[in-house]
């Protein structure tokens, strides 16, 4: 599956993991931090209406 | 003719947003998938650099989303000293994370790649060097907006930092042609057809290309509309606690 990458598949697979790391570390905390946000803001406004 | 400044109104800006991020979301995944898994798997290696040219389609997109991401945020923090929209200044807050990411995987991935290609991890070269202190720059225009508890005071004071950091993304963006004795080398892609990519990389990477600039935007918008809630989440609160 893995391309053949000869001598420099340690640096290769390297550079795409922390790319990868890095880049899901983003869109995960994005998207936890929205969905907390959004679950508070909703308590508080059905407390001030209700 | 809707104008474009109905956008910085928040109801508005929620409105549309949440209309254009599922599509968004689609399209910057299958963009980046496609890109991704062509450059690593159907591309050959380079006669000089072997399968480390394989690095270029990560490195090069982060690499020029961390500069652009303070073109976005320098015309954000525009609008804000200008015609103070709240939306605007929220914006910019939003994009600092996600261009620090970038910066931070240009700097990794350049690092991993300089290794095998310059023989060291690290060189006080002028594009790596103007990179760590674009990283500086990200991290101190976070802290400012952390660091002030008024919000319009923040936006300000970071609009100003911001114009600053523009001035130096600018500058690393041309480092390699200021400062010419430098391992870096020129753009990969480039008008220069010495300096531009072979084909077989080029088509590849430019969707790579396209996939990150699609990723910035699309989680600019998910970040801002955080940013927006938080904004009215601290007013409630407050009203709450005077009541």
């Known amino acids: 599956m893995i391309p053949?990458?000869?001598?420099?598949?340690?640096?290769?697979?390297?550079?795409?993991a922390v790319t990868?790391?890095?880049?899901?570390?983003l869109i995960g905390g994005s998207l936890m931090r929205s969905a907390k946000v959004r679950k508070q803001l909703k308590e508080v406004e059905e407390r001030n209406n209700g | 003719m809707a104008s474009i400044w109905q956008y910085a109104n928040p109801v508005k800006f929620m409105q549309t947003s949440a209309k254009v991020l599922p599509a968004l979301s689609v399209l910057t995944a299958v963009t980046l998938i496609v890109g991704l898994v062509w450059g690593f798997f159907f591309t050959p290696d380079d006669y000089k650099q072997g399968s480390t040219v394989k690095i270029m389609f990560i490195h090069v997109p982060a690499a020029l989303m961390a500069i652009n991401a303070?073109?976005?945020?320098l015309v954000a923090s525009l609008i804000w000293l200008v015609r103070r929209h709240h939306v605007s200044a929220l914006a910019a807050r939003a994009a600092a994370p996600i261009g620090i990411t970038m910066t931070l995987i240009a700097l990794f991935t350049g690092a991993i790649w300089g290794q095998p290609m310059w023989g060291t991890y690290w060189a006080w070269d002028p594009r790596l060097t103007s990179f760590l202190v674009l990283f500086l720059f990200y991290l101190?225009?976070?802290?400012?907006?952390a660091a002030i508890e008024n919000p319009d005071a923040a936006a300000d004071?970071?609009?100003?930092?911001?114009?600053?950091?523009?001035?130096?993304?600018l500058l690393s963006r041309y480092a390699v042609n200021f400062w010419n004795q430098g391992l870096h080398q020129g753009a990969s892609v480039?008008?220069?057809?010495?300096?531009?990519?072979?084909?077989?990389?080029?088509?590849?990477?430019?969707?790579?290309?396209?996939?990150?600039?699609l990723l910035f935007v699309l989680l600019v918008l998910l970040r801002t509309r955080t940013e927006i809630r938080t904004r009215r989440l601290k007013t409630?609160?407050?009203?709450?606690r005077m009541t």
């Open chain 2, 190 to 213: 480039s008008l220069d057809k010495e300096e531009h990519v072979n084909d077989v990389f080029f088509y590849p990477l430019l969707l790579c290309m396209i996939g990150f600039v």
């Open chain 2, 70 to 73: 303070w073109l976005m945020m």
């Open chain 1, 4 to 16: 053949e990458l000869g001598k420099y598949a340690t640096e290769v697979l390297g550079a795409y």
């Open chain 2, 157 to 169: 004071l970071t609009s100003v930092l911001c114009m600053v950091g523009s001035v130096f993304a």
């Open chain 2, 236 to 240: 409630l609160m407050a009203r709450e």
């Open chain 2, 140 to 145: 101190g225009y976070m802290a400012l907006w």
């Open chain 1, 20 to 25: 990868l790391l890095l880049l899901a570390a």
